[in-house]
């Protein structure tokens, strides 16, 4: 089974909820003040990342859904798991109360999405929570919950791109998350493809080589860091890399200029076969995209897609978890908790 759960058909895995649009009845300019909305028609959500944990209310509409009510945490994904799951839960806790209703939680692999199992050895954060059952964790501990259900983070962020932002529109359309490493996803017709020969390997951009190195040794928070290092002999992280390119570096712009052409390059076939109508990206690291964005174009041929900039960067994570959790059949036992 691929760390992304799911299960088989002949166009490959395919995740639960496929092609349906979750749609409220909540109208375009409803009251998004938390007060005065319909709190049956909200869906609570948890984006977990390495370094923070953002818990949700969102209310789901056809055209823009509303994020009601969010709380943010700083997560060390270094740390023990009984602190890790503490303050996720913490975040939980935080947002008003509401009626009961089944939780989307999205957080990056290696995970076992249909089992809610953290497979995290070796990969360098949440390592205390290898093997741990998250999902039983959550059941006893969530707020007013009737189920959990579970999703890769750029899945999640693609879905919320594709139903209401820079991927609407497109029947195939991929994801990329640019923050400590890269994150992928791809959809057709709003259902995740993670296996078969039109996607990488559990549909993970990550485990793709570049003429024979791990992808991420070259795109990536450290890759960028160290790159920059031997370049310069300075330590900076990503963002004062940007502002030194910006600032007429000439060696902070090629860094950045060689990284991401290499990730266009690599991802140049997989964009092909999938047969991709858009390239979104997100993530912590387009909030350089006047870099970014030209030298990932350079890295692609000019018959592709060019990259688009994620239209709602903040919120398309809570809103694809949001949808995908209302979007799960009721009796798909494999993917709600």
């Known amino acids: 089974m691929s760390e992304r759960g799911g299960s088989t058909g002949a166009g490959g895995d395919v995740r639960p909820g496929a092609g349906t649009q979750a749609n409220s009845g909540a109208q375009d300019g409803a009251d998004t003040d938390a007060r005065g909305a319909d709190p049956g028609r909200s869906v609570p959500v948890l984006e977990i990342g390495g370094t923070h944990v953002t818990a949700a209310l ?158 991420e040794d070259r795109v990536s928070r450290r890759a960028l860091i160290a790159a920059y290092r031997q370049a310069s002999g300075r330590d900076l992280d990503v963002r004062e890399i940007a502002a030194e390119a910006r600032g007429g570096d000439g060696a902070a712009r090629r860094v ?27 993530g912590s690291m387009t909030g350089s995209w006047d870099l970014i964005g030209p030298a990932l174009s350079a890295g692609l041929p000019a018959d592709l897609p060019p990259p688009l900039p994620a239209a709602r960067p903040a919120e398309a994570g809570l809103i694809g978890a949001a949808r995908y959790a209302a979007e799960v059949p009721e009796d798909n036992d494999a993917s709600i908790l």
């Open 256 to 282: 950045l200029d060689d990284a991401f052409a290499v990730l266009g390059e690599t991802l140049d076939p997989w964009l092909r076969r999938f047969g991709a109508t858009a390239l979104v990206v997100g």
């Open 58 to 215: 969102v209310r789901l509409g056809g055209a823009r859904s509303r994020v009601l009510a969010s709380h943010r945490e700083p997560l060390d994904g270094h740390a023990g798991a009984d602190r890790i799951t503490a303050t996720v839960l913490r975040a939980a806790h935080a947002l008003p109360p509401a009626p009961p209703a089944r939780w989307g939680v999205a957080l990056p692999g290696p995970f076992d999405y249909a089992r809610g199992i953290a497979r995290y050895r070796g990969v360098g954060k949440f390592d205390a929570l290898e093997g741990t059952d998250l999902g039983a964790l959550l059941r006893a501990g969530l707020p007013s919950r009737t189920g959990v259900v579970f999703l890769n983070d750029a899945e999640a962020f693609l879905r919320g791109e594709w139903a209401e932002g820079a991927g609407r529109g497109h029947a195939r359309v991929v994801g990329i998350t640019l923050g400590t490493g890269v994150g992928s996803a791809f959809l057709h017709d709003g259902a995740a493809v993670n296996d078969g020969p039109t996607v990488p390997p559990e549909g993970r951009a990550d485990l793709l080589t570049h003429h024979g190195a791990p992808l």
